[in-house]
């Protein structure tokens, strides 16, 4: 699914170079890496503030830590998206709320928010899934009407952009209060491990986050709230540096790879391609097909037996998992994220993708195709 071995050759001097630097000096924890790192993804999202933190389920984890909320508020998040999105939620003591996602983009439908929001409700976890935005001008508007906090779950969709409604573009993950991204090894911008990050605007919530992610301390050994412990090593925000300035082209490749793959599927009955939408300029973490009338599941065992890799994001919802099953959550009614679930499957998709490979899981899917047809 991913070539991570063939990214790194062509960046190994520099990576050789920093992490010889990081294990001299010995400087593995807050190192001089992490404050430029730091500066550098602020720059290149546009945003006030960068807080660098273990991963992308401790941002999400933070973030939420950081709204004083209490035990039983409702947090609405989509059901069609990774665990850890809604996992998070539970821990803290509050009650996720799971709603729809629209069929063609694959993220959070705002109808489907306005439809949930109670007096309980405090904030909303939009999921930029798959590397496309979430529809955030309406779900802005909504948050706006009801004095909500959004979350924007930006671990798929690091360097996105979206059109906000006055016209002009900006990164996804700094529209809404807080923005969180992970840079585990697979994501668009990955480390050589577990690393992460939460972006914000607001001063106040950032001075928070970042006592909260350092046992809540203001000053040495005075701690003012719980808090927790999570940092980025020096020497995963050093390789991230070098990867930060490579991630445009990065994104690009993955657009590449995208839209041959689009080319190919285009007049194929049954198969649907992802479906951009006007506002957001996708940088495909994954590419996802959509099958009706196709065996989803015969095509993965298809497509193995040749060699492609294929993998179904996300076989069963969060509403449907047990760990959930206190929420009453199985009961919740999600006909479109159930309907896709049965139907969604993700071709290979990474930076390294040469046209020799892309043609072999082409025309492996396709060879399905006319076989099942016939
Ligand atoms: C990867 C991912 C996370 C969690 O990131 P980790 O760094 O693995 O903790 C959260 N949300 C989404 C949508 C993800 O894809």
């Keep these: 699914m991913v070539d991570l071995i063939t990214q790194l050759e062509k960046i190994k001097p520099s990576i050789d170079k920093v992490i010889n630097e990081v294990i001299t000096t010995a400087q593995f924890i807050n190192g001089p890496e992490v404050k430029a790192f730091q500066t550098e993804l ?6 006030k503030h960068v807080i660098p933190c273990a991963n992308g389920t401790d941002a999400l984890q933070i973030a939420l830590m950081s709204l004083d909320l209490k035990p039983g508020d409702e947090v609405i998040t989509p059901s069609f998206t990774y665990i850890a999105t809604t996992e998070v939620i539970a821990l803290l003591g509050l009650k996720p709320v799971f709603v729809e996602v629209d069929r063609d983009t694959f993220c959070i439908d705002p109808a489907s928010i306005e439809n949930a929001v109670t ?44 059109k906000l409604s006055n016209g002009s573009f900006v990164k996804t993950g700094t529209i809404g209060d807080i923005g969180c ?20 605007n607001n001063d ?4 928070k986050m970042r006592m909260i992610a350092n046992h809540g301390q203001s000053k040495r050994y005075h701690h003012d709230m719980v808090g927790c412990n999570s940092r980025l090593d020096n020497l ?13 082209s990065y994104l690009n490749r993955r657009r590449e790879a995208a839209s041959y793959y689009d080319k190919a599927f285009e007049k194929i009955d049954g198969i649907k391609t992802p479906v951009r939408s006007n506002e957001s300029r996708h940088v495909f973490h994954q590419y996802t097909l959509t099958l009706e009338g196709i065996d989803r599941d015969k095509l993965h065992h298809f ?15 969060a509403h449907k998992q047990k760990m959930f099953a206190s929420f009453g959550s199985e009961d919740v009614e999600l006909p479109v ?6 139907r969604v499957i993700s071709l290979p998709m990474h930076t390294e993708l040469e046209k020799e490979q892309l043609t072999h899981i082409t025309n492996s899917v396709l060879e399905f195709v006319q076989k099942e047809s016939e």
């Design 181 to 200: 991204t992970s840079f585990f090894p697979s994501k668009n911008l990955g480390c050589f491990g577990d690393g992460g990050a939460i972006c914000t």
């Design 119 to 162: 007096e309980k409700t405090k904030a909303i976890v939009p999921v930029h899934l798959y590397g496309q935005a979430s529809n955030m001008n309406e779900i802005m508007s909504i948050a706006k009407k009801h004095d909500l906090k959004v979350i924007e779950d930006n671990a798929q969709a690091i360097g996105s952009e979206y």
């Design 236 to 248: 995963q925000a050093g390789i991230l540096r070098i990867k930060l300035r490579e991630l445009d």
């Design 42 to 47: 602020q720059e290149y999202l546009g945003v």
């Design 204 to 207: 106040e919530l950032a001075s």
């Design 337 to 342: 994220t159930d309907w896709l679930t049965q």
């Design 303 to 317: 497509l193995a037996e040749r060699d492609v890799p294929s993998m179904i994001y996300y076989p069963i919802p």
